[in-house]
């Protein structure tokens, strides 16, 4: 298998302070929903090879703990891992009903808003 060395950040479009800015975001709106930092125990016992069959609760739960394990990949330089996990929060925070789509096209691109999903708060 061959190695990929680690990207040293990322490009003009997506920065490090932006990224930590969405994680933020996240967490503050996920927080206001009433969701709490709690990562799967055991996860390869908890989902292993099956389907994805968790309830919301517990789901966005483990997306809240999954932002704080991002920061530290972003301080630790770990760019690409920090991707790919920000694109996993996004996916689960997406198919949980609290953004859409399109909103979270935006967050990539354009400032965070400083309010909740819509339908919230």
Request: with cysteine.
């Amino acid at each position: 298998m061959t190695r990929v060395d680690e990207p040293r950040s990322f490009d003009d479009d997506f920065t490090t302070q932006h990224a930590y800015g969405m994680l933020e975001f996240y967490e503050k709106t996920l927080t206001e929903l009433g969701y709490r930092s709690a990562r799967y125990e055991d996860i390869e016992g908890h989902i292993g090879s099956c389907r994805f069959e968790t309830p919301k609760y517990d789901t966005l739960n483990h997306a809240m703990w999954m932002c704080g394990q991002t920061r530290l990949f972003l301080r630790a330089g770990r760019f690409a891992k920090a991707y790919r996990w920000i694109g996993t929060i996004q996916g689960i925070l997406l198919m949980n009903g609290v953004f859409s789509i399109m909103e979270l096209k935006d967050h990539n691109r354009l400032e965070l808003p400083p309010v909740l999903p819509r339908g919230h708060g």
